[in-house]
């Protein structure tokens, strides 16, 4: 099947057969990776801008290596020292970083929609870092390919998300990766922050810790997205440690061989203890490098390149 998608902008519009297709061909990348030159030919003389609108350590620069490795040339946005600064509207920023012929503009902004709102006003293609709380749909690309390689197929396999649902962009793409990929999904948290309004996209939704956690082959942890919450959610994060936090004990009522996931920042000691964190179920930092594999994939796809011209690359 051909691949016919400019943009990348939810999880949500995918079908499963363009997930598997992604991740197919990030397969083909994460090998090109492992060779003493991880360098490819496939986007020389394209330009690519990171238009980072919100902070980012891991998805700016994983974007930056991966479009290195596709030959492409990158210019990261500086937000503090543009023109923004001076009121210049995000539309009218990224029409000028059209005329100034870049080939694809990655964004990351606070505002939901703002990816799908530049891929209306503009000709190149766009592919979404990161929208408000909405979604981070090459998050959920990276976490549903490391657990594809660890688990294999994810059908029916039991997956737990942990922590501040109602504001995170990544739950969201997870869920409706996961879904299409015939995971078991389950979000658990305090109410406040876990609305029952979730099981809409045929994820389950507990406040039990314990009955959640039984038997979990995945569980992603989510920090308190402090940044979009308007009012408190819960009494204190030490309370919320107390009740939802994991620690060795919580983590006991796990399949033995489930893996613990987190797609960072972590905040230690408060979503997940350090022992987990950095402990052997931890596939935390393979996530991390994971995600130059499937953003190349993106890149490349989203560029015109056609998975069947990578795949079986050895
Ligand atoms: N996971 C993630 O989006 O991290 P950053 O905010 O550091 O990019």
Request: charged share 20%; proline share 4%; hydrophobic share 45%.
């Amino acid at each position: 099947m051909p691949w016919n998608r400019r943009h990348l902008l939810t999880l949500e519009e995918l079908s499963l057969a363009e997930i598997d297709q992604i991740h197919a061909t990030a397969a083909a990348f994460k090998k090109i990776l492992g060779r003493s030159v991880k360098k490819v030919p496939a986007l020389r003389g394209k330009t690519i801008v990171n238009l980072f609108l919100e902070p980012s350590t891991r998805t700016r620069i994983s974007f930056e290596m991966a479009a290195k490795r596709l030959s492409a040339d990158v210019i990261a946005f500086d937000a503090a020292s543009s023109s923004t600064t001076k009121g210049e509207t995000l539309r009218d920023t990224a029409q000028n970083i059209q005329a100034l012929n870049a080939d694809l503009i990655v964004l990351r902004h606070s505002a939901s929609g703002s990816p799908l709102y530049l891929s209306r006003v503009l000709d190149i293609p766009v592919v979404n870092a990161g929208d408000g709380a909405h979604e981070h749909p090459t998050q959920g690309l990276l976490d549903t390919f490391t657990m594809r390689e660890h688990l294999g197929s994810l059908k029916g396999r039991k997956v737990v998300i942990l922590g501040d649902i109602l504001f995170s962009r990544v739950a969201r793409s997870n869920i409706h990766a996961l879904v299409k990929l015939g995971a078991a999904v389950t979000l658990v948290g305090p109410s406040t922050l876990v609305p029952d309004w979730f099981t809409a996209l045929g994820a389950q939704v507990s406040h039990d810790l314990k009955s959640a956690l039984a038997d979990a082959e995945v569980v992603m942890l989510l920090r308190i997205q402090h940044e979009r919450q308007s009012s408190s959610h819960f009494p204190s994060l030490g309370e919320y440690t107390g009740m939802f936090g994991l620690n060795q004990t919580r983590a006991g009522w796990l399949n033995p061989k489930a893996i613990i996931m987190h797609p960072g920042p972590i905040n230690r000691g408060v979503e997940i203890d350090s022992d987990l964190a950095d402990g052997p179920r931890s596939v935390i930092l393979e996530q991390v490098t994971n995600g130059i594999a499937v953003r190349m994939a993106v890149l490349y796809l989203c560029s015109g390149g056609q998975p069947e011209a990578v795949l079986g690359t050895d």
